[in-house]
């Protein structure tokens, strides 16, 4: 099955289950439409390899494909929420990506030692590095982990999940942590980031995206093109458009078709 096929088989699953999502929102019967989303989740990670999470602002219903940072399950899941049926995209906000702030965000907690921890408790220190943000996360709690590894994984998952994977890879060039607070650099609370870097966009002529797979539309490789190094490359390239990667696959081609 292609993968539009594919795509058009998950929202017939979702449209049969769509007013239970409602109704265990709602309710907040959280229990019953876990059984349901892990349903739907797993459908989505073997499809496109992104989780998928749904949640409720007040009156509002919001749907998310968490896809991290690779390109082929972020146009795939583009192309799932392209392709949704009227009666989900009339109700639903659709987020092809992780956006800034989700509840899943707001409602994240990390436990270091025996001490639990917020975004809130979280800041972020930055400068501007060539049109982009270099950022060190601090944390009061990070004096108790003895790990670097560990210290700077738990950062830029942390940022990846406050400010969204759009502006994530967009306008961030660099993440690592610190210990103390670094009095030479510009610093905020990580949930409010976003904003942050938003009004740096807007002040400083930022070139601005819709989408992840916008940022990245031109690849002009250095090598030659004999090169054999070269040539994994550029099938790599070739296999993110998601309506041709199992053809791709199945020929085993190794030319780059435009």
């Known amino acids: 099955m292609s993968a539009y096929t ?30 349901i989303i892990q349903e739907l989740d797993e459908e989505v990670m073997e499809m496109s390899g992104a989780h ?3 949640e409720n602002f007040y009156d509002s219903f919001e749907m ?28 639903w906000i659709m987020n092809a990506c992780l956006p800034a702030m989700s509840q899943k965000a707001i409602q994240a907690m990390v436990q270091i030692k025996n001490e639990e921890y917020t975004l ?9 590095e060539n049109d982009m943000l270099d950022c060190k996360v601090y944390c009061p709690g990070f004096n108790l982990i ?10 830029m998952y942390l940022l990846e999940l406050a400010i969204g994977q759009l502006a994530y890879e967009a306008y961030i060039c660099r993440v690592d942590f610190i210990d103390t607070p670094d009095s030479n650099m ?4 990580m949930m409010d980031f976003y904003e942050v870097i938003m009004a740096l966009v807007e002040k400083n002529h930022w070139k601005e995206y819709d989408k992840p797979i916008d940022i990245y539309s031109v690849y002009q490789p250095i090598q030659d093109f004999a090169h ?31």
């Open 186 to 189: 510009k610093f905020c609370q």
């Open 146 to 155: 003895g790990n670097p590894e560990n210290k700077k994984e738990m950062s």
């Open 52 to 54: 998928f999470f749904v």
């Open 6 to 35: 594919n795509g058009l088989t998950f929202w017939k699953h979702f449209e049969k289950k769509q007013d239970a999502i409602f109704n265990y929102l709602k309710s907040e019967q959280y229990e019953e439409l876990n059984d």
């Open 120 to 128: 809130a408790d979280f800041h972020v220190f930055y400068q501007i």
């Open 228 to 258: 054999d190094a070269l040539r994994k490359d550029m099938k790599l390239i070739f296999t993110t458009h998601p309506l041709l990667v199992e053809q791709t696959i199945e020929d085993k081609e190794e030319v780059w078709q435009i």
């Open 64 to 91: 998310t494909f968490d896809t991290g940072p690779n390109k082929t399950t972020q146009y795939l899941c583009q192309m799932l929420c392209d392709i949704a049926p009227k009666s989900v995209k009339q109700n």
